[in-house]
């Protein structure tokens, strides 16, 4: 039975599609340990992953980093989720605002929403004046299949909306 759940997990946790994809061909798949996406050909792809999380790095033109960071944790109480949101989540976007904060800048935080897996994910917004442009970090959450899926945006206020404008969504496999 574990091996079974084990397999159901890469059906249902993240597809990335970009707009651009559909007219290239050119298109990657990768799929391990239950993570699975497809992802243009031409940028730069790293697994950083770990025997704790599974951490994908993808990106375009030296520009915007999407990260793709899921805990190989199974969340079966309510109280793993709670603790998988602070750890993964609360802590990655506080840190990210406090070195922003430390480098003088003055970040500010919205919540807001998108799609992970064909569901409302939760996250926050994160934006300041970097290198004379506005810009900073778009990252959200979501619990798949007992696993927490976290995908982050970073880059120039321009980038982050040319990734959304091109058609970035999230659905499932």
């Known amino acids: 039975m574990k091996l079974m759940r084990w397999m159901i997990v890469p059906a249902v946790v993240l597809l990335i599609v970009f707009a651009a994809i559909a007219q290239d061909p050119n298109v990657k798949h990768y799929e391990k340990d239950g993570l699975s996406f497809d ?16 951490f994908i790095e993808m990106e375009r033109d030296g520009y915007a980093v999407i990260r ?14 709670t603790a998988a949101k602070k750890l993964i989540q609360d802590q990655y976007v506080n840190d990210f605002v406090t070195q922003l904060q430390q480098a003088q800048m003055s970040p500010k935080r919205v919540t807001a929403t998108t799609q992970i897996g064909g569901v409302e994910a939760q996250g926050d917004k994160v934006r300041a004046v970097m290198d004379q442009q506005p810009g900073g970090m778009d990252s959200y959450f979501n619990v798949v299949e007992d696993r927490l899926v ?15 404008r091109s058609g970035t969504r999230f659905a499932t496999v």
């Open 39 to 54: 992802y243009p050909e031409n940028w730069k792809f790293t697994d950083q992953s770990t025997g704790q999380m599974q």
């Open 68 to 81: 793709v960071r899921s805990p190989r944790e199974w969340l079966k109480t309510p109280d793993k989720v």
């Open 150 to 164: 976290q995908i982050s945006i970073i880059g120039s206020e321009k980038e982050i909306t040319k990734s959304t």
